[in-house]
């Protein structure tokens, strides 16, 4: 009597899981289930684009400061020109300064637009 007990028992609850794991199945492929499973899959990947994108720059611009150091442009700039040079540029800068009408500009001798 024991044995059909444990038998009967063991059926059941074999009956019992089955049962739970088809209706599990089931509901996993319901189209609302399939459709939070995608969305859920779509922000996972999105996170990981966005990992990807962050290791890249980060990357990128340790590459930038390795370069920069091989190519001395992280040396400070010489603090100015000689001064005759200085003086130079700027004698240069304010004798060619060209002020006129805003019409002047088609008869200045430098023009070269042939349309007027």
């Known amino acids: 009597m024991f044995r059909r007990t444990f038998w009967f028992t063991a059926g059941a609850a074999a009956g019992v899981w089955a049962t739970a794991k088809v209706n599990a199945k089931i509901r996993a ?62 004698e240069r800068s304010t004798t060619t300064v060209y002020t006129a009408a805003p019409e002047d500009h088609l008869k200045h001798p430098n023009n070269r637009n042939e349309d007027h």
């Open 29 to 90: 492929l319901t189209p609302e289930s399939l459709a939070a499973q995608a969305a859920n899959k779509a922000v996972e990947t999105g996170h990981r684009l966005r990992d990807f994108a962050l290791d890249v720059r980060e990357s990128m611009s340790e590459r930038e400061a390795e370069l920069d150091a091989a190519l001395g442009r992280n040396q400070p700039a010489p603090p100015e020109l000689p001064t005759q040079r200085r003086l130079a540029a700027l």
